[in-house]
T-cell receptor, first 112, second 117 residues
Framework: GQNIDQPTEMTATEGAIVQINCTYQ??????LFWYQQHAGEAPTFLSY????GLEEKGRFSSFLSRSKGYSYLLLKELQMKDSASYLC?????????????FGQGTELSVKP | GAVVSQHPSRVICKSGTSVKIECRSL??????MFWYRQFPKKSLMLMAT?????????EQGVEKDKFLINHASLTLSTLTVTSAHPEDSSFYIC?????????????FGQGTRLTVV
């Protein structure tokens, strides 16, 4: 089966750092994605990890440990506009369609 | 990144009618497109995988005859909600993967807000 877990909601302060965790158990693995989604809008791509380690992209970083089935998204220097839902998604292997399976999303609220 | 265009962005229809939603990849070819449904404050639920030139692969619990998918070309997939009912009201989102790059992110359309009255 497939199971992806993330916290339902988190709150953080403007200017701070927040880490959103994601754990997964899937039958096949071909990469883990993080997306940001504002209410009523489509998800926008943030990061992609397929090998273990940290990927950094500006204020956002994402980490992956395949042996532990674990990833996190790190947001630094939080801004009010970072208030959104953050979705962790695992891609299946390509010959199974390579489809993305999403976690339930983490609603992040950034307070002044 | 690549652009995926979804149309319409909003639609209101009467119960019993059918609604067609289009998903186009504008600057790349997509052999595979995905259709998702999202309820308020919930995550994306994969409905089906749309394969160009062949039948779609539906996820468990999704009615094939209710949600008709056609992927007639490398740049267009359509989802038709047949005999719509109020419980079909939802946010529908498509995504497409660049044919030439299998290990890149899937690009999402802007979504379609369907309201059935």
């Amino acid at each position: 089966g497939q199971n992806i877990d993330q916290p339902t909601e988190m709150t953080a302060t403007e200017g701070a750092i927040v880490q959103i965790n994601c754990t997964y158990q899937t039958s096949g693995f071909n990469g883990l994605f993080w997306y940001q989604q504002h209410a009523g809008e489509a998800p926008t791509f943030l990061s992609y990890n397929v090998l273990d380690g940290l990927e950094e992209k500006g204020r956002f970083s994402s980490f992956l440990s395949r042996s532990k089935g674990y990833s996190y998204l790190l947001l630094k220097e939080l801004q009010m506009k970072d208030s959104a839902s953050y979705l962790c998604a695992v891609r299946g292997i390509y010959n199974q369609g390579g489809k993305l399976i999403f976690g339930q999303g983490t609603e992040l609220s950034v307070k002044p | 990144g690549a652009v995926v265009s979804q149309h319409p962005s909003r639609v209101i229809c009467k119960s019993g009618t059918s609604v067609k939603i289009e998903c186009r990849s504008l600057d790349f070819q997509a052999t595979t497109m995905f259709w998702y449904r999202q309820f308020p404050k919930k995550s994306l639920m994969l409905m089906a995988t749309s394969n160009e030139g062949s039948k779609a692969t539906y996820e468990q619990g999704v009615e094939k005859d209710k949600f008709l998918i056609n992927h007639a070309s490398l740049t267009l997939s359509t989802l038709t909600v047949t005999s719509a009912h109020p419980e079909d009201s939802s946010f529908y989102i498509c995504s497409a993967r660049d044919r030439g790059q299998t290990n890149t992110e899937a690009f999402f359309g802007q979504g379609t807000r369907l309201t059935v009255v």
